[in-house]
């Protein structure tokens, strides 16, 4: 028998109150919608602060064209709550007793301040809470101000980027922001699962700071070694390719850079193999004193580079695939986004807005053979389920005209 009846997502049945904003949050409810949660985002008015975040949509900004907002909040629903005022109180408690698991990002004075605590909400109904803070609910870092910087700078290895001599360096971007929501992402689902499987609701304390001293960069290694062999990473003396025994690092080639590894053993063959020198196969490059040598590396610069610089990435990543090197090609956001093979694989997708037309969207990360992984809708304009959600909790046309009057909601 055969049914054209849509497969079940992962996360079917399962609700999800968002009471997040910026990034980390978002992106933890963001992995669990895509999964098929429904997620009904609360915003305040004016709209989460990810609105105002570029990248924007042909360079022209306003809230529904941020591609930030776009990525982080895929498949939710958008309702506008003043959680300061006691129409859009009573909405939120309305709403509490209808969801699996409430997500929050408040700083703790703030949540204390407007009773938002996880203790006050589950006060109001008996579900799972996980709340997202800096450094946690005690201590005397839990009100302190974090960003990405911070989190990189107290969290032990930001001393050790950079070259020696110069200031210390952190990663671009938001990684150690997006690695958090994953992370709360995995809380979320152990919480909800143990409602499924023992009946139980609890709280899930998720401190930005903590998850990035278990994170998947140089800090845990670096704490593990600290802990096991009283060793402090440092800057390393040298910086750039060519450096140490073989050839590691980037390189410059006819259009761009590759990264490769080869070290002694056979991976150095293979390299030799790959650029068709074969005075690199004399048994002297086994021998690790010769290459640490100044002699050693010179030898190697005088083969590689012009060999580098006659070739373009393509090519060069050809003749590391023949001969079984460890090469890769860098490639920009542009070479990504063409590539065949990534495009097959899914990884990037279209989703369609309904005042912005198709837009562009990182695809599946994982691919789940039955209860497939999709974008169903684009990120919600600001208040764009407000009513259908109002209607749905029992709110009448009067009771949500009068809410609407006074600013409770939008």
């Known amino acids: 028998m055969t049914t054209d009846a849509a497969p079940p997502a992962a996360l079917d049945g399962i609700t999800v109150l968002d009471l997040t904003a910026h990034i980390s949050g978002p992106y933890a409810t963001k992995l669990l919608a895509d999964l098929g949660a429904r997620v009904i985002k609360v915003e305040p008015p004016g709209g989460d602060p990810a609105r105002t975040f570029g990248p924007w949509l042909n360079d022209e900004p306003g809230p529904e064209r941020s591609g930030t907002h776009q990525f982080l909040n895929t498949n939710k629903e958008s309702i506008v709550l003043d959680l300061k005022s006691d129409g859009g109180r009573e909405v939120l408690e309305r709403l509490l007793p209808s969801v699996d698991i409430a ?13 938002l605590t996880p203790d006050a909400l589950g006060e109001v109904a008996d579900v799972n809470v996980l709340s997202l803070t800096n450094f946690g609910w005690e201590g005397p870092y839990r009100d302190y101000a974090l960003s990405e910087t911070v989190l990189f700078a107290m969290g032990g290895e930001m001393f050790s980027h ?76 040298v910086a750039g390719p060519s450096t140490g025994a073989g050839v590691v690092g980037v390189f410059p080639c006819a259009d761009g850079y590759v990264e490769m590894t080869a070290s002694a053993g056979p991976y150095w063959h293979r390299f030799a193999e790959m650029i068709d020198h074969p005075e690199f196969k004399d048994p002297k490059w086994n021998d690790p004193e010769w290459m640490n040598s100044d002699a050693a590396r010179e030898e190697i610069d005088v083969a590689l580079y012009p060999w580098l610089t006659e070739r373009t990435r393509a090519e060069i990543w050809e003749a590391a695939r023949n001969a079984h090197a460890i090469l890769a090609p860098l490639f920009t956001a542009a070479d990504l986004y063409e590539d065949p093979v990534f495009r097959e694989r899914g990884l990037w997708t279209e989703v369609e807005h309904e005042t912005l037309g198709s837009l562009p969207m990182l695809g599946r990360p994982y691919i789940l053979s039955e209860t497939p992984w999709a974008i169903r809708r684009a990120a919600p304009c600001l208040g764009e389920h407000t009513t259908a959600i109002l209607e749905e909790t029992g709110y009448d046309e009067d009771a949500i005209a009068e809410l609407r009057r006074t600013g409770a909601v939008a």
Do not use: W
């Not at 990002?105 to 009773?115: D, G, I, Q």
């Not at 971007?173 to 499987?197: F, N, P, R, Y």
């Not at 001293?213 to 402090?232: H, P, T």
């Open 103 to 115: 997500v929050t990002s408040y700083p703790p004075a703030v949540a204390e301040r407007l009773n």
């Open 162 to 237: 950079g070259a020696v001599g110069r200031e210390p360096l952190k990663m671009g971007g938001t990684a150690s922001l997006i690695q958090c929501g994953a992370m709360a992402a995995i809380g979320a689902l152990g919480a909800v699962c143990t409602t499924e499987v023992h009946g139980i609701t609890q709280r899930v304390d998720v401190s930005l700071f903590d998850v990035q001293l278990n994170s998947v960069d140089r800090r845990s290694s670096a704490i593990m070694a600290y802990r096991f062999s009283g060793r402090i990473n440092a800057k390393p003396e």
